[in-house]
């Protein structure tokens, strides 16, 4: 499975913006970059996802480099509620064609008032 | 929105004994679900993928014999954990998929399983 990394942990204030990076060397071509959060003792939201171009959506937006091997989540103002764990994810297709989402160990953001 | 609904949300049982836990798809079929276990303070490990009507596919290192799961219709999956015990407990939590490629995923909202 393709695998991402991304740091341990972030802080950020209260309606700041925050970037959280993801890197993903070794990303295949078909290989969508999936963003999901998880507050405690929940299971993860989706938050946002893309291929090649940036996206935007109600939530965050998803900065793609130009040679995919690195992402970036943008929470434009980041809230008390925004605090949780990010986890950037590879969408892979198996032979099988099942769709396995595999989670690396996210970055946990922490958001001061 | 998309619903997931995991049943039931914390289940507490004596060793030895099994467990069912439930995850329903409210408002969509889901040709595909996944199963995950989450130790505390840890990242998501997925244990199994379960397709309707089928047998599930298990990951490596995950033993089928002991976490039973059955996909009996396109809104449900259901995950046993056959004679439990104390290092069984995490918190597992289901996801569905509509089966439309690359669609995100919903996830229900974990079962907290602890065994004595």
């Known amino acids: 499975d393709a695998k991402t990394t991304q740091p341990n942990s972030m802080e950020s204030n209260e309606e700041e913006p925050v970037h959280l990076p993801c890197n993903h060397s070794?990303?295949?071509?078909?290989?969508?970059i999936h963003w999901y959060r998880q507050l405690p003792s929940q299971g993860p939201e989706y938050v946002i996802h893309?291929?090649?171009s940036n996206v935007n959506n109600r939530m965050a937006s998803l900065a793609i480099a130009e040679d995919r091997k690195s992402s970036t989540l943008i929470l434009h103002r980041a809230t008390l509620r925004d605090a949780a764990v990010y986890y950037c994810i590879l969408r892979s297709r198996t032979q099988g064609g099942s769709e396995k989402l595999v989670f690396g160990k996210g970055t946990k953001l922490t958001v001061n008032p | 929105g998309a619903v997931v609904s995991q049943h039931p949300s914390w289940v507490i049982c004596k060793s030895g004994t099994s467990v069912k836990i439930e995850c329903r798809s409210l408002d969509f079929q889901a040709t595909t679900m996944f199963w995950y276990r989450q130790f505390p303070k840890q990242s998501l490990m997925l244990m199994a993928t379960s397709n309707e009507g089928s047998k599930a596919t298990y990951e490596q290192g995950v033993e089928k014999d002991k976490f039973l799961i059955n996909h009996a219709s396109l809104t449900l999956s259901t995950l046993t954990v056959t004679s439990a015990h104390p290092e069984d407990s995490s918190f597992y939590i289901c996801?569905?998929?509509?089966?439309?490629?690359?669609?995100?995923?919903?996830f229900g909202n974990g079962t907290r399983l602890t065994v004595t």
């Open positions: 996801s569905a998929n509509r089966g439309i490629y690359n669609s995100p995923l919903h």
């Open positions: 070794t990303i295949s071509g078909t290989d969508y």
């Open positions: 893309g291929l090649t």
